[in-house]
């Protein structure tokens, strides 16, 4: 029986990945100024740059979890069509959106579809790390896995994402609270750039530091060598960038140069995550055979 994949704004896809797999994306939000903006809207190109121009400015980016009403009528709009729903969510352990909108789906499906099949699993990723994530599965789907095997592969294979990325301005770190403000502003000047991943239950964790831009661009690369996934030019590298495009791309190019990756994507941070992390945030995603 067919099925469908809805997943979140957050994965970070580009616009054509998300038509190439046929993936219905529910929009998570952000505020600027009082004004709301989506992370994602079908049929429109999807530009974050000018987003990144306002954090420069100053201006503060609040964030809100998908809407119940759209998470509805999308799920709807799936079951009506007869088809069975995937649901592979933004990492519980950053945001309240995958409880909440599960929650929903599950009381729709249970109360007014109870024919239809519904699955649902927390991907424990973020950005670029979701959307490879997502499209790992759309790939299995598209060779005619079956929703319940491939949600089976969704569970237990979460741990099997690295996500590894570094930030420019500790100023946003530490206004989520994930570094002091001491700690931010001896950080600051003396140009030290942290480097951090998302561990086994999705929560973001430092794990080392290292002086200047040079350095983190190049610790990401290393982390990279150590345990990325064989056939390394085989195996996928997505990465996303907070406005840094030149970054993205020289970390694109080392990876390419020296183990041949075929299958890079490099695309903007949702500012629903870099509002958190802030311009500058440079993440790198692949496969590994060690759990994080």
């Keep these: 029986m067919a099925y469908e994949i809805i997943t979140d704004s957050t994965s970070n896809l580009p616009d054509a990945l998300i038509e190439q797999y046929g993936l219905q994306v529910l929009a998570l939000e952000f505020i600027v100024d009082g004004v709301s903006f989506r992370g994602y809207t079908e049929g429109e190109e999807t530009d974050n740059k000018q987003y990144y121009k306002m954090m420069r400015e100053g201006k503060v980016v609040k964030t809100s979890l998908v809407n119940a009403k759209e998470a509805t009528t999308v799920l709807r709009a799936c079951f009506d069509k007869g088809h069975d729903v995937l649901y592979l ?3 519980s ?3 309240g959106s995958y409880e909440a909108t599960s929650n929903v789906m599950r009381q729709i499906q249970s109360e007014d579809y109870p024919d239809r099949k519904l699955r649902c699993v927390d991907s424990l990723a973020a950005a670029l790390g979701h959307g490879l994530f997502v499209t790992e599965a759309a790939k299995r789907r598209d060779k005619g896995m079956s929703l319940d095997d491939l949600a089976d592969w969704a569970e237990a294979s979460v741990l099997e994402f690295a996500h590894w990325f570094t930030v420019e301005d500790l100023k946003y770190l530490q206004r989520g609270g994930r570094l002091s403000k001491g700690v931010a502003i001896a950080g600051t000047l003396l140009n030290i750039k942290p480097v951090l991943h998302v561990d086994e239950i999705g929560r973001l964790v430092p794990v080392e530091k290292v002086r200047g831009r040079k350095k983190s661009i190049q610790s990401l690369f290393e982390h990279y060598e150590k345990s990325a996934r064989e056939p390394r030019a085989e195996m996928p590298v997505y990465i996303s960038h907070g406005d840094c495009l030149e970054d993205a791309e020289q970390l694109a ?13 490099i695309n903007y941070l949702d500012p629903v995550i870099g509002a958190h992390s802030g311009p500058g945030t440079l993440a790198l995603f692949f496969l590994t055979d060690e759990e994080r």
């Design 89 to 91: 969510g933004f990492d």
């Design 93 to 95: 352990a950053l945001s």
């Design 253 to 265: 190019e080392m990876i390419k140069a020296k183990y041949g990756a075929k299958d890079v994507v």
